[in-house]
């Protein structure tokens, strides 16, 4: 059995998985026939992507790696790169809102100093928040049939929770600047791009309005992380360097353009790690 077949397979039964969780979460009454013929579709994909998994599996212990490595290989292989990421950008994102409830902040060391860009996005995004109450009370309102209105209530209010959990993990994960002069520049669960101090020979407030998508390569290799239509802060590198998309795909920049509430300041933090003398002393004489 091929690993495309498996895919295939996948694809096609977990909508009708999800679509049955739902009903149930709504309390929809489903067909005890109905209920029994999904779950044996969903077991038989189950043992199908065991069968494919597990020769993936002997493989890379055959050549030598570990349990949890080996099972790791295997499951990027048969599971799609935008799949594992979708699922991984929603998970970071619930993990967020469970730490922004608790007022703490993910990869922010006590010397390190972290850089908020939230500013340009706030407002739009509690906007979108009471856009989709409003929606979901006007949808329970007008909506008069109850199964209908059962299974779009818990879509709705799953999409109100995943709204405010973007948010929150665009504020408990911010820009660092490191003690060192690393840069680590995030966008929440989506983007995370570690610059080592090493590869950083300058940076300036630069503020400017591209256009374009969150993440942006221009074809003369500048990348801009863009919160709001607007970046703040260009950083100059001594060479390129590697990053990877929202959904999987990598590129290589030798500039990085990216907004942060107060520019100045990780100008500053940026610089002073690369001023800053030397306090090491050599041997008494």
């Known amino acids: 059995?091929?690993?495309?077949?498996?895919?295939?397979?996948?694809?096609?039964?977990l909508p009708a998985e999800l679509a049955v969780m739902v009903c149930l979460v709504a309390g929809v009454r489903i067909p005890a026939v109905a209920l029994l013929a999904t779950?044996?579709?969903?077991?038989?994909?189950?043992?199908?992507?065991?069968?494919?998994?597990?020769?993936?599996?002997?493989?890379?212990?055959?050549?030598?790696?570990?349990?949890r490595e080996?099972?790791?290989?295997?499951?990027?292989v048969l599971v799609p790169v935008t799949v594992r990421r979708l699922?991984?950008?929603?998970?970071?994102?619930?993990?967020?809102?469970?730490?922004?409830?608790?007022?703490?902040?993910h990869g922010v060391r006590a010397e390190a100093l972290?850089?908020?860009?939230?500013?340009?996005q706030t407002a739009m995004m509690y906007g979108f928040l009471f856009v989709s109450v409003v929606e979901t009370v006007m949808l329970a309102l007008v909506i008069p049939w109850p199964v209908v209105h059962r299974v779009l209530l818990v879509l709705d209010v799953y999409g109100v929770v995943l709204v405010l959990a973007m948010h929150a993990a665009c504020v408990t994960r911010p820009h660092v600047v490191g003690a060192d002069g690393s840069l680590?520049?995030?966008?929440?669960?989506?983007?995370?791009?570690?610059?080592?101090?090493?590869?950083?020979?300058?940076?300036?407030v630069d503020r400017r309005y591209p256009e374009g998508r969150l993440v942006t390569l221009h074809p003369?290799?500048?990348?801009?992380?863009?919160?709001?239509?607007?970046?703040?802060?260009?950083?100059e590198l001594t060479g390129p360097v590697?990053?990877?998309?929202?959904?999987?795909?990598?590129?290589?920049?030798?500039?990085?353009?990216?907004?942060?509430?107060?520019?100045?300041?990780?100008?500053a933090a940026l610089m002073r790690a690369r001023t800053a003398p030397s306090t090491s002393q050599g041997p008494p004489v």
Do not use: K, N
């Open 220 to 235: 003369d290799g500048v990348l801009d992380l863009s919160v709001g239509s607007q970046t703040t802060v260009t950083v």
């Open 184 to 204: 680590r520049l995030r966008y929440g669960g989506l983007f995370d791009l570690r610059i080592p101090a090493s590869s950083v020979t300058a940076a300036r």
């Open 242 to 267: 590697t990053f990877v998309r929202p959904l999987g795909r990598t590129g290589v920049a030798h500039t990085v353009r990216f907004h942060a509430d107060d520019p100045r300041a990780a100008v």
């Open 39 to 67: 779950e044996a579709l969903v077991l038989a994909a189950v043992v199908l992507e065991a069968c494919v998994l597990w020769p993936l599996y002997a493989g890379r212990r055959r050549a030598g790696s570990g349990r």
């Open 87 to 105: 699922v991984a950008h929603e998970a970071r994102a619930l993990h967020s809102l469970w730490l922004w409830l608790l007022r703490r902040r």
């Open 1 to 13: 059995m091929s690993v495309r077949t498996a895919r295939a397979v996948v694809w096609a039964v």
């Open 114 to 120: 972290a850089v908020p860009y939230t500013g340009p």
């Open 70 to 76: 080996a099972l790791r290989s295997a499951l990027r």
